[in-house]
Nanobody
Framework: QVQLVESGGGLVQAGGSLRLSCAAS????????MGWFRQPPGKEREFVAS????????YYADSVKGRFTISRDNAKNTLYLQMNSLKPEDTAVYIC?????????????????????WGQGTQVTVSS
């Protein structure tokens, strides 16, 4: 059974940093692209970042480019999101996701439909 468990969220002032983690189990983590999405209050889920299975190629939403860094440790079955220079508009529930298929990657790896397993999310609140 696939499990994705996020941690590391919290309350931070604007300009601060947080590092999110996502512990994966129940599947061969090193074979799957992974992603981070977020859902701001009252809004739809949106793409944040994705990373292919080796950890070299990444995509970022324009809104976080240059501030957030996605990475993974396949030996620890863990996905990370380093968030710097946080803004109040980054406030959301952050959710990690695993691709629906092993060894799948492409320019469309920003779409929720390409991810088949989802965590419960961790709340990030940025105060002004």
């Amino acid at each position: 059974q696939v499990q994705l468990v996020e941690s590391g969220g919290g309350l931070v002032q604007a300009g601060g940093s947080l590092r999110l983690s996502c512990a994966a189990s129940g599947f061969t983590f090193s074979k799957y692209a992974m992603g981070w999405f977020r859902q701001p209050p009252g809004k739809e889920r949106e793409f944040v970042a994705s990373i292919e299975w080796v950890g070299v190629t990444t995509y970022y939403a324009d809104s976080v480019k240059g501030r957030f860094t996605i990475s993974r440790d396949n030996a620890k079955n863990t996905l990370y999101l380093q968030m710097n220079s946080l803004k109040p508009e980054d406030t959301a529930v952050y959710i990690c996701a695993a691709a629906s298929r092993a060894y799948f990657w492409g320019a469309t790896m920003t779409r929720t439909a390409l991810f088949g397993s989802w965590g419960q999310g961790t709340q990030v609140t940025v105060s002004s």
